[in-house]
């Protein structure tokens, strides 16, 4: 590139200096010759412009890709990192399958007798809920079969429930006696009436004939205390059935538990009045239970 310069420098001198000893023709061809050597400077110049600048942009470039390169290396490390930690926890998930297997192989025994065990479980509770239904069933039957006599007014007088196949019919004192007295009332006499109805419907059944009363002590001259009330008032009961409505004196029974079964608190009058009462329990004998329990509705399995 110098060289070209320095060529089109010399050759500008010697026209210059030859200008007065050259025809005008030959002054043309050398202006000619001057004026294409100016036009290839430039073109060179242009052309070195060009290659510098381009020599730039590689520079540019290859600092580009260099950095370009140091950021893929740090990722491949840190993809390399990551992989051997994924290494390591896969080491460690497969270690803790082999001891569960280990385990779960020692405990398949104990899991077996666990689920035997379950399904006994079911199988009693499932026993239970026919009981327990067998068991409604039947004492539907008894109430039925022994409150069939009664007509809808007199069951609302008398109360009548029946427990494990027992019916208990409970009557308050004030129904039946003058207070604290084990004479039967007149409105005692027409209750007792309906309950020899219920009685005598199942001839063959036992009846326990149970006096109660509230532990507030009695005094009077011929009743020495609560437990001696209670009886003397089952008593009352048993003769009344027995001698004015006919009931076998064979299959009643008086019993007397003074102030010791109480249904309610007796911290109150109204506790006080419901454990004052007498029931009656009509207790159907093995072989009549038995009649029962083939009479009962067949429970839903």
């Known amino acids: ?69 140091k950021s893929l290396e740090q990722r491949l490390a840190d993809e390399q990192r990551r992989n051997q930690e994924l290494r390591n926890d896969l080491a460690t998930l497969q270690n803790s399958l082999d001891q569960s297997l280990l385990q779960n192989s020692q405990g398949n025994v104990n899991i077996s007798k666990l689920v035997d065990e379950i399904n006994a479980s079911n199988k009693y509770i499932k026993q239970l809920v026919e009981a327990k239904s067998k068991s409604d069933s039947l004492n539907m039957v008894l109430t039925n079969n022994l409150t069939r006599s009664l007509s809808r007014d007199e069951l609302q007088e008398v109360d009548v429930k029946v427990l494990k196949g027992v019916v208990y019919i409970s009557l308050a004192d004030n129904m039946l006696y003058k207070s604290g007295s084990y004479e039967i009332n007149e409105r005692g006499q027409q209750t007792l009436a309906k309950i020899a109805k219920i009685i005598k419907d199942y001839r063959d059944y036992d009846v326990l004939v149970e006096g109660n009363t509230d532990p507030v002590p009695i005094s009077r001259e011929n009743i020495r205390n609560n437990w001696d009330l209670s009886c003397l008032r089952a008593t009352s009961v048993v003769m009344a059935l027995q001698e004015k409505y006919g009931v076998d004196p064979s299959r009643l029974t008086a019993g007397g538990r003074g102030e010791y079964n109480p249904i309610a608190t007796n911290d109150t009058e109204l506790g006080r009045q419901r454990n004052r009462r007498t029931q009656i329990i009509v207790t159907p004998k093995l072989d009549q239970f ?6 009962a509705p067949e429970t839903d399995k």
Not at 28 to 40: F, G, H, K, P, V
Not at 52 to 57: A, L, P, S
Not at 290 to 295: A, S
């Open 1 to 69: 590139m110098k060289r070209n310069i320095f060529l089109i420098a010399l050759l500008s001198a010697a026209v210059l200096t030859m200008g007065s000893c050259v025809s005008k023709k030959k002054y043309a061809e050398l202006q000619a010759s001057y004026n294409q050597l100016e036009q290839r400077a430039a073109d060179l110049r242009t052309q070195y412009v060009g290659l510098k600048n381009e020599n730039e942009n590689t520079r540019v470039q290859l600092a580009e890709a260099t950095a370009t390169g």
């Open 290 to 295: 038995m009649e029962l329990i083939d009479q």
